[in-house]
């Protein structure tokens, strides 16, 4: 879909994008020192960074565009995915950051071996690298080159290739100092944006409560019927999750925000930032796409309701303001995932062969950033030949190569018994299995219908794979406490102060009324 752009829309673009390049420039004037400089930014981030910082990167064109075409699409169902998201937010903070940060680990593989040894840390460098070609890199270069090449009129090869490359350059020159500071910018860029045009559209119909009566009651249960093929309240109860835990709690991309942060405090805090972010989410990406249903339900589809929308309601600057807002979030995605490949690529790949100084990690870096970039290239071209809506496609592979990485880090966390043959079966029985059918999925194989919904998948993967880790545990001997003292501090209670949990509690007060009001 064509949008016309003046000359200030224009001007808007520009200056954003200038700025990015400027800042990644002033970066470099400021010398890396060492590789934690590059990869976790000297472990110095506070809880504002991280928290702006991980709402970037969870913010992709994928959810802009994603959950308005399915507030278009379903109704205020998508709000889950977003109204959930605190519960393993809180686990992440009281459970899983202080033994990751206590441990003094750099990367999310690292965990596993200091848990469950080797095999299982070798099988997750590998399986986290795939994931972020596939899932960051892929994906968002698809969905955004995808809407990029229809608002600008160019090829997706040539949107996907100009987006990879805005965002290596800063990324390989700043590291994640410089994803973290231009996704604190970005993250305040797409809420206001997604507020105006949220507001206009509102206006647009008057008011919020002929919004309310003019869509159908359907369009605001949060939870579905059991029939629903789409979104039944047993796929989201269930299947989200499964998805839940790999995302927030296991995936290097977005905990890695957490690992740099300064103490686990300031993490914990940063975390809390974010869940109360969360709410707002909703009212400002689901919502929009069902007032676009509202007004132009019968000029336009699902998956460009967010285009519409700009389109018709913002004025002159405002539109270039939101169209920056999508470039916006989906740079930092893929910076994100840039860094995230070079730091478990250098770390845990390289070293393995090659011992390396402060600066030959920081080259090597680099050059890993620019070869991420380019795998990343080809695997949204090969996306372009699924059928999938961009959310079902994104949210799709997430799910399906989840349950593995989900069963592994709740029984290492959670389950002092649990062995390292129980987590190997698990890791590569279920990990090979989920990649397989992660492939087939996306290209419709053997035919297109034959998968059943994404999130129903999980959980049945997941009940399968927790079974044959409990049956693998139970018949070896129980690991020895002594290693499994300093990934369980305080016996395995949660680590968190008073304060912390009184906001998590005011937050569960808050979501539990939008349930009822909702439901």
Request: hydrophobic share 55%.
């Amino acid at each position: 879909m064509k949008i016309t752009l003046t000359g200030i829309d224009y001007l808007v673009l520009f200056v954003y994008v200038i700025a990015l390049f400027l800042f990644g420039f002033y970066l470099k004037s400021r010398r890396l020192q060492s590789g934690g400089d590059i990869f976790l930014g000297g472990r110095s981030l506070k809880w504002w960074q991280i928290g702006f910082s991980m709402f970037s990167t969870n913010v992709g064109p994928m959810m802009l565009i994603g959950l308005s075409s399915l507030g278009f699409s379903q109704g205020v169902v998508g709000g889950n995915f977003e109204w959930l998201a605190w519960i393993f937010l809180m686990l992440l903070s009281a459970f899983f950051i202080p033994r990751y940060i206590s441990s003094g680990i750099s990367t999310i593989p690292q965990f596993l071996l200091l848990r469950y040894g080797r095999r299982s840390y070798n099988f997750l460098v590998v399986y986290s690298l795939v994931s972020i070609l596939f899932v960051w890199l892929g994906s968002a270069l698809y969905a955004g080159g995808l809407v990029i090449s229809e608002i600008f009129q160019c090829s997706l090869l040539e949107a996907v290739v100009l987006v990879a490359l805005i965002s290596t350059s800063y990324t390989a020159i700043g590291g994640l100092k410089a994803v973290v500071r231009t996704g604190v910018f970005q993250s305040l860029i797409i809420i206001i944006s997604s507020l105006i045009l949220t507001l206009l559209a509102i206006g647009k119909i008057g008011h919020m409560e002929g919004v309310a009566n003019a869509a159908s009651p359907d369009y605001w249960k949060l939870f579905h019927v059991r029939s629903d093929p789409e979104y039944s309240w047993l796929a989201i109860v269930a299947g989200y999750p499964v998805v839940a835990v790999y995302y927030w709690c296991a995936d290097q991309t977005i905990v890695q925000k957490v690992l740099a942060a300064k103490t686990i405090k300031e993490g914990q805090r940063g975390i809390l930032f974010l869940a109360a972010l969360k709410v707002i989410t909703p009212f400002i990406f689901v919502l929009p796409g069902i007032i676009c249903f509202l007004l132009y339900r019968d000029s336009t589809s699902p998956d460009n309701s967010y285009i519409t929308l700009v389109k018709n309601l913002m004025p002159e600057g405002l539109r270039g303001l939101c169209i920056a807002a999508l470039v916006a979030s989906l740079i930092d995605t893929v910076s994100s995932g840039l860094n995230s490949f070079s730091t478990v690529f250098t770390l845990d790949v390289v070293t393995q062969f090659v011992s390396l100084k402060a600066e030959d990690k920081i080259r090597v870096g680099r050059w890993m950033t620019a070869i991420g970039a380019l795998l990343g290239v080809g695997i949204a071209v090969l996306f372009s030949y699924s059928d999938k809506s961009l959310f079902e496609l994104t949210q799709g592979l997430v799910s399906i190569l989840a349950p593995p990485l989900s069963v592994v880090f709740l029984g290492g966390v959670f389950w002092k018994r649990t062995h390292r043959i129980a987590a190997e079966a698990v890791l590569f029985g279920g990990g090979f299995l989920c990649l397989l059918m992660g492939v087939c999925y996306v290209l419709n194989y053997p035919y297109k219908g034959f998968w059943p919904h994404f999130l129903l998948l999980s959980i049945y993967i997941f009940v399968c794979l927790v079974i044959l880790m409990a049956l693998i545990t139970v018949i070896f001997k129980v690991p020895e406490k002594e290693r499994l003292s300093f990934i369980f501090p305080d016996n395995g209670k949660p680590v968190m102060d008073k304060w912390l949990w009184a906001g998590w509690g005011v937050l569960a007060l808050v979501m539990v009324m939008i349930y009822i009001v909702l439901n």
